[in-house]
């Protein structure tokens, strides 16, 4: 059974840069596509990106000036960067394995951006 | 910029059907746009429960079915059980490489 775990700091200031690794157990990322969502308090969901494990990505243009995906198939993880945070990016960010039927999820880590 | 438009609530008696629908600001919503399902309940990550359209994973109550209508994809809940009551989000990808997310529906069962 796929397991994915978010991990990374809970708490960014405001102009810093937000990271998060998802890793990845009971299966290979190699030959997937990964993927990052959020949502942010009463809000819905927002699709932030993917990335195949060859290293392609395809951002949400509305956050692609401030987003990096990477992807580390010897430690089978993959990594989220969101540069320049405002409160707007408060959220529980989400890993996901993006490929048909995207059925696998993290359960999702609250990061706070805050002084 | 496509935007996805879901209901942003629905109630439904239990044992009664409901219809979600999902649709797309540019036009129609078509296979070509892979109509994804997920059931969202508070505390939890979300579920898939529809893929490709029509498409269901091992764990998708036979009550629950996707389809394409009147240009929307479209999510009917036959029978409807308080377990269902959450939030349902719709997933449509554009052929410009865009994915984007519905508003999600707040469906209640009362």
């Known amino acids: 059974q796929v397991q994915l775990q978010e991990s990374g700091p809970r708490l960014v200031e405001p102009s810093e840069t937000l990271s998060l690794t998802c890793s990845v157990s009971g299966g290979s990322i190699s030959r997937y596509y990964w993927s990052w969502i959020r949502q942010p308090p009463g809000k819905g969901l927002e699709w932030i990106g993917y990335?195949?494990?060859?290293?392609?990505?395809n951002y949400n243009p509305s956050l692609k000036s401030r987003v990096t995906m990477s992807i580390d198939t010897s430690k089978n993880q993959f990594s989220l960067q969101l540069k320049s945070v405002t409160a707007a990016d408060t959220a529980v960010y989400y890993c996901?394995?993006?490929?048909?039927?995207?059925?696998?999820w993290g359960q999702g880590t609250l990061v706070t951006v805050s002084s | 910029q496509a935007v996805v438009t879901q209901e942003p609530s629905l109630t439904v008696s239990p044992g009664g059907t409901v219809t979600l629908t999902c649709g797309s600001s540019?036009?129609?919503?078509?296979?070509?746009?892979?109509p994804y399902w997920f059931q969202r309940k508070p505390g939890q990550a979300p579920r898939t429960l529809i893929y490709?359209?029509?498409n269901k994973l091992p764990w998708t109550p036979a009550r629950f079915s996707g389809s394409l209508l009147g240009g929307k994809a479209a999510l009917t809940l036959s029978g409807a059980q308080p377990d269902d009551e959450a939030e349902y989000y719709c997933?449509?990808?554009?052929?410009?490489?865009?994915?984007?997310f519905g508003g999600g529906t707040k469906l209640t069962v009362l």
């Open positions: 997933l449509l990808s554009y052929n410009s490489g865009r994915v984007v």
């Open positions: 490709d359209t029509n």
């Open positions: 990335i195949y494990y060859t290293g392609i990505t």
């Open positions: 996901a394995r993006d490929s048909p039927p995207k059925e696998y």
């Open positions: 540019t036009g129609g919503v078509s296979s070509g746009h892979y």
